[in-house]
């Protein structure tokens, strides 16, 4: 696509996410590493991302949805694949038969994955989810000895294969938060109580892109990046990307839609809650919530336009919002640089995310599929298809 006839684009710069997975899997050499591509892979576009992370050594793929591990499969991409997030009478045996992982985090999902497979005639693969604390998804530690056991009888019945128990952190993006230990504690207890109903699962898991970056202890088996792929420290309070040698992959951007002259107390977008405070240039961004940008960075979203940092003036509509220029020369067609990477100066996602009350994540996530994405750096080579073998799996570190 030709960036000077878009009105917008996002650009995904595919050869920074592949160093940020080489950066990631160095911060945890002894483990396997989980892209996680949910959530149209952070707003980034699930298939060229999924190719981009399986290029640079990911051998595990993770989708939130059954149905976006379908699209992955559908898409060619082979690598393990763990999809956690279902409901009554999902995919079950779709998944089964396209050999996705499945996550069992009760004893209703563990119904369905094992008719699922009596359907499909094959085991289906099944990961045991712990609710360590987080208190979403997982079987609370009360319910984990019979979930452990029932797994195990379907696994002797020939119905399943237990593939890996996991949980998740809630507060990882915290260092030193006690949440932190004493999750750590639980999982390692559930651990133990999974190998003495006489499981032996391929991976144990526990860390997030924070866990990733700063919990060694929390590696284990496999690390499940997510955002930190992208090119976001997922712990803005200690440090931002560069710090963990990490680079934003997205930059947002669009063309000046209208430049013009106006006077002194003129009222800007509804509501006018902004009133210039002078003779002054406004530009016009053709860009708007219906494409992700927060309504609520109204009179705080940072922008680059004609070399300097702008800020949304009134409100953010729902396909435009304006900027004031002050003296400042622009022609339409010009570029405004919403984020980046930061190296031309432009405002970064964290940036937004500060600005809006959020976290950087929202940020990314949210523009959406109105703005399109242009990719670079996308690798001439066939298709990635690993196809690991599960005997490959990393070495078990000691819990």
């Not at 892979?41 to 379908?70: D, F, N, Q, R």
């Not at 989810?129 to 979403?136: E, F, N, P, S």
């Not at 996602?349 to 929202?362: N, P, S």
């Amino acid at each position: 696509m030709d960036e000077k006839r878009m009105r917008a684009w996002a650009q995904v710069d595919l050869t920074a996410l592949r160093a940020n997975v080489r950066t990631l899997r160095a911060k945890a050499p002894t483990a396997a590493f989980m892209a996680v591509v949910k959530a149209d892979a952070y707003g980034h576009g699930m298939i060229p991302c999924a190719k981009a992370a399986v290029e640079a050594g990911a051998t595990w793929l993770g989708a939130a949805t059954p149905e976006e591990a379908l699209t992955l499969r559908a898409a060619g991409l082979k690598a393990r694949t763990l999809c956690w997030l279902w409901t009554p009478g999902g995919p079950w045996q779709e998944c089964v038969e396209a050999d996705i992982d499945v996550t069992v985090s009760a004893m209703w999902a563990l119904r369905e994955a094992t008719t699922a497979a009596q359907a499909a005639g094959r085991p289906a693969r099944v990961q045991l989810k712990l609710d360590a604390g987080l208190g979403r998804n997982g079987a609370q530690p009360a319910q984990w000895p019979e979930l452990v056991a029932r797994a195990r009888a379907a696994e002797r019945d020939g119905l399943i294969r237990v593939t890996g128990v996991w949980a998740h952190f809630s507060c990882a993006d915290e260092p030193g938060h006690p949440s932190i230990a004493r999750e750590l504690t639980v999982f390692t207890e559930a651990l133990a109580q999974a190998e003495a109903a006489g499981l032996t699962p391929e991976v144990r898991h526990l860390a997030n892109s924070p866990g990733t970056l700063t919990l060694p202890e929390a590696h284990f088996d496999l690390v499940r990046p997510g955002v930190a792929m992208y090119g976001i420290s997922p712990v803005p309070e200690i440090g931002g990307p560069a710090d963990f040698g990490l680079r934003p992959v997205m930059t947002v951007a669009g063309r000046l839609a209208s430049v013009k002259r106006v006077p002194g107390g003129h009222g800007v977008s509804y509501g006018h809650k902004y009133v210039t405070p002078g003779e002054t240039t406004l530009a016009l961004v053709p860009l708007g919530y219906a494409d992700g940008v927060p309504r609520h960075a109204s009179g705080t979203g940072p922008v680059l336009v004609a070399g300097k940092w702008r800020t949304v003036a009134g409100r953010v509509a729902m396909d435009q919002f304006v900027v004031d220029l002050g003296a400042d020369a622009a022609e339409p067609g010009d570029e405004a640089v919403l984020f980046g990477p930061g190296d031309q100066g432009e405002p970064t996602a964290e940036d937004w995310a500060r600005a809006c009350g959020t976290i950087a994540y929202e940020i990314v996530t949210r523009v959406g599929a109105r703005v399109p994405r242009v990719y670079v750096g996308e690798s001439p080579g066939p298709d990635p298809d690993p196809d690991p073998d599960p005997g490959d799996a990393a070495p078990c570190p000691t819990a």
